[in-house]
């Protein structure tokens, strides 16, 4: 079992800077990718960053240029540096951890971002 708490969200104007935090705790070696969701009101959850447990990261569109996904190895921590905010970006984001068994998938709770423009 592993276990996510997110952090970091918050309420910000169009042009801000937040940084998200993914706190992983329990079987980690079970974990190979680690990344972030969001789910704005009314839409589907979507993808947003995730980093592998090499290091590489991928981005949705909406977000390259402006989010950087990193992992803290000796922390158990994956944060989301998110820069040049806007108020599409306003969703409940969360922390995803994941290995290659369908058993080893794990979600955080979520916290809130708020773009105000």
């Known amino acids: 079992q592993v276990q996510l708490v997110d952090s970091g969200g918050g309420l910000v104007q169009a042009g801000g800077s937040l940084r998200l935090s993914c706190a992983a705790s329990?079987?980690?070696?079970?974990?190979?990718?680690m990344g972030w969701y969001r789910q704005a009101p009314g839409k589907q959850r979507e993808w947003v960053a995730i980093?592998?447990?090499?290091?590489?990261?991928n981005y949705v569109d909406s977000v390259k240029g402006r989010f950087t996904i990193s992992r803290d190895d000796a922390k158990n921590t994956v944060y989301l540096q998110m820069n040049s905010l806007k108020p599409e970006d306003t969703a409940v984001y969360y922390c995803?951890?994941?290995?290659?068994?369908?058993?080893?998938?794990?979600w955080g709770q979520g916290t809130q971002v708020t773009v105000s423009s």
């Open positions: 995803r951890a994941w290995g290659r068994r369908s058993r080893d998938d794990y």
């Open positions: 329990g079987t980690i070696s079970s974990i190979n990718f």
């Open positions: 980093i592998s447990s090499g290091g590489s990261a």
